[in-house]
T-cell receptor, first 115, second 109 residues
């Protein structure tokens, strides 16, 4: 099976802009989670989607949002970008969601740079 | 508060030496504990989880609920073990992972 894919791999934006990142999970996987990775804060959970519903949300401002489509593909959006949003954004998929912690498979990440 | 602590940012050992990567956690309840590994230029991947009690690539980890620890061990380090190692926990019926800050393991020849 093909692994988790994320597009684009690299993005450069300026402060105040918005950005949309995309994640395609492994075929058959229904749960998609997003993480932000920075040198200062490490890996932090953003949110999880399962069957098009947000199941869990991390401690991030409302500028961070996401959604999941019927084919399990997911997007996350960050509005009004700030310099501190520069990070590697990782997507992870798993077969199930909400029924005991499932093995999560990570994508390569999208490197976002905010200037 | 839910927290995972990895006290060492860098652990350098020689090939053939034993390895122990420390992980302590704080969680009110019964968490699931994991070790994830990221080799150079590769994706983050699951190394092992405590409920499976497997030995992967010679690594083992025992959950000590009394000391709230989940240290990763290997009796004889190999150069190919050099990587970033993250300890993580999850609680209840959720896929949310709380990660430690990671330990870079460098195995010298």
């Amino acid at each position: 099976k093909a692994g988790v894919t994320q597009t684009p791999r690299y993005l450069i934006k300026t402060r105040g802009q918005q950005v949309t990142l995309s994640c395609s999970p492994i075929s058959g996987h229904r749960s998609v989670s997003w993480y932000q990775q920075t040198p200062g804060q490490g890996l932090q959970f953003l949110f999880e989607y399962f069957s098009e519903t947000q199941r869990n949300k991390g401690n991030f401002p409302g500028r961070f949002s996401g959604r999941q489509f019927s084919n399990s593909r997911s997007e996350m959006n960050v509005s009004t970008l700030e310099l501190g949003d520069s990070a590697l954004y990782l997507c992870a998929s798993s077969a199930r969601g909400g029924f005991g912690t499932d093995t999560q498979y990570f994508g390569p990440g999208t490197r976002l740079t905010v200037l | 508060a839910q927290r995972v602590t990895q006290p060492e940012k860098l652990l350098s050992v020689f090939k053939g030496a034993p390895v122990e990567l420390k992980c302590n956690y704080s969680y009110s309840g019964s968490p699931e504990l994991f070790w994830y590994v990221q080799y150079s230029r590769q994706r983050l991947q699951l190394l092992l989880r405590h409920i499976s009690r497997e030995s992967i690539k010679g690594f083992t980890a025992d959950l000590n609920k009394g000391e709230t620890s989940f240290h990763l061990k290997k009796p004889f380090a190999q150069e190919e073990d050099s990587a970033m190692y993250y300890c993580a926990l999850s609680g209840g019926a959720t896929n949310k992972l709380i990660f430690g800050t990671g330990t870079l393991l460098a195995v010298q020849p």
